[in-house]
């Protein structure tokens, strides 16, 4: 076979896999980390892996975003999963301060707040795999508050589901109402992975109250196919350091 006939092929193939990649099909091309600092982080990937929703609690620095990213690669990579999508999401709530009406698209207004899922995809497989990831919405950034009326999920040429995973970090700002919203929003095959550090809220609440997050842990306790998991300064895992001051606002 000619040189131009054999380039010809490849690009042929390579067109056909960028085609297929929109329509759900798994995209096997891609490589990313697959080790964990400790038995707790795979304890949760485990975990991730096996149930229809995953709560997470705990300190920061613990590896909560990083393990359910590499979890949601793994789905997406693994066809058995029969995953096509990764939708990440977060409140749009400012510690503290806030910094004001924010110019430009909706995507540069969300990067400040999503910059963290990024940052951990670049860290897991690469700057080359996230563009690809972004220009073939396999993941999917989008504020919590535009998700009402979705449904996660979809389904192929065929009519079979193709699920996706839902990964929601800082649910600690999340009201009840809201995550009663996320979660519903669930379709046939998917799976949400909803974490958060309690002790972090920036959610303006009576005594009384608590956020989305703390009544998640209560509510739906002894459910086939729900786990929780919960870290604590000692799993930190960003640097030893940090273990011994963060457990000074224990004080």
Not at 148 to 176: K, M, S, W
Not at 227 to 237: A, H
């Amino acid at each position: 076979m000619s040189k131009t006939r054999q380039g010809h092929k490849k690009k042929s193939s390579e067109e056909s896999e960028q085609k297929d990649a929109g329509k759900g099909y798994v995209n096997k091309t891609f490589t990313f980390q697959s080790k964990f600092k400790n038995q707790k982080q795979k304890e949760l990937f485990t975990k991730i892996l096996a149930n229809r929703i995953t709560f997470i609690a705990g300190a920061p620095g613990t590896g909560k975003t990083y393990i359910a990213l590499m979890a949601a690669l793994r789905m997406l990579k693994d066809e058995r999963f029969r995953v096509n999508q990764v939708i990440i999401t977060k409140p749009s709530i400012e510690a503290a301060k806030t910094m004001g009406h924010l110019p430009g698209t909706l995507e540069e207004k969300l990067s400040p707040y999503m910059f963290s899922f990024w940052s951990n995809l670049k860290k897991l497989c690469g700057q080359d795999s996230v563009n690809y990831f972004k220009a073939n919405d396999m993941v999917k950034e989008v504020p919590l508050n535009y998700l009402r009326g979705n449904t996660f999920g979809h389904y192929d040429d065929e009519g079979n589901p193709l699920g996706c995973i839902c990964v929601l970090d800082e649910a600690q700002n999340c009201t009840i109402e809201e995550m009663k919203m996320f979660i519903s929003r669930m379709g046939e095959g998917t799976k949400l992975v909803i974490m958060g550090d309690m002790e972090q809220s920036d959610l303006k609440l009576q005594k009384h109250e608590k956020s989305g997050l703390e009544d998640a842990f209560n509510r739906f306790q002894n459910i086939p196919g729900i786990e929780f998991m919960k870290f604590t300064e000692d799993d930190i895992v960003r640097d030893p350091f940090l273990i011994e001051v963060m457990k000074r606002y224990k004080i």
